[in-house]
């Protein structure tokens, strides 16, 4: 199931993320996370070390399954793998005089 067009844009998200719970085995790691990318919008994930970015990104692109809730994206729905999507991650060592949120304009 593709995500849902919204009625009034008439558009479609890039990608929806519906009550998402992570977890390696027992130890969920984040509860209830849901958002939406539009076309267009620079989407950037911030956190200290261990707080899920990486495996948020493993889930949105399909490496993944849910606990619990759903990743749409413009061609699929979680649990079916796609070709049309991939990650970067990029090391702090890249750049000691720049902060991820500047990294990120």
Do not use: W
């Not at 495996?55 to 990743?71: K, N």
């Not at 991650?89 to 500047?102: D, E, I, L, P, Q």
Request: charged share 25%; net charge positive; aromatic share 4%.
């Amino acid at each position: 199931m593709l995500a849902p067009v919204d009625v009034a844009t008439g558009i479609r998200p890039r990608i929806e993320v519906r009550e998402l719970d992570m977890s390696y085995g027992d130890r969920v790691i984040q509860r209830n996370l849901s958002f939406t990318v539009d076309p267009g919008d620079i989407f950037v994930i911030m956190g200290p070390s261990g707080s899920g970015k990486s495996t948020l990104l493993r889930h949105m692109i399909g490496l993944l399954p849910p606990a619990r809730g759903d990743v749409y994206t413009t061609r699929r729905a979680s649990g079916r793998r796609t070709r049309a999507a991939g990650s970067g991650f990029c090391a702090a060592s890249v750049s000691s005089t720049r902060t991820a949120r500047s990294g990120a304009r």
